[in-house]
């Protein structure tokens, strides 16, 4: 059974850090891409990056590049997103996803979902 599991969500100021980490496990993730999405309050789920697992190239949205780093570590099943200068804006539900493409953008295109990590950043 697959698991992707996320943690290090919570309440921080505004230009603070968080660092997510999402644990994989259930099966080799071998030939996936790992994505972090983000879904605020009444908005739709939105990409905010993805990283291969392989070659540990990545990309993010331009919203959040210089802000927020993805990472990952082959050897522990680890993708962590690493957020610094945190906005008000950047108050959503994160998620992490593995999907077949390090292009894919969209939700639809994931085959696996964790559960979810809130971050909330007060002004």
């Known amino acids: 059974q697959v698991r992707l599991v996320e943690s290090g969500g919570g309440l921080v100021q505004a230009g603070g850090s968080l660092r997510l980490s999402c644990v994989a496990s259930?099966?080799?993730?071998?030939?996936?891409?790992m994505g972090w999405f983000r879904q605020a309050p009444g908005k739709e789920r939105e990409f905010v990056a993805v990283i291969s697992w392989e070659s540990g190239l990545s990309y993010s949205v331009d919203s959040v590049k210089g802000r927020f780093t993805i990472s990952r570590d082959s050897a522990k099943n680890t993708v962590d997103l690493q957020m610094n200068s945190l906005e008000p804006e950047d108050t959503a539900v994160y998620y992490c996803?593995?999907?077949?493409?390090?292009?894919?953008?969209?939700?639809?295109?994931?085959?696996?979902w964790g559960q979810g990590t809130q971050v909330t950043v007060s002004s």
């Open positions: 996803a593995a999907g077949r493409s390090l292009y894919y953008r969209h939700p639809h295109e994931y085959d696996y």
């Open positions: 259930g099966r080799t993730f071998t030939g996936y891409f």
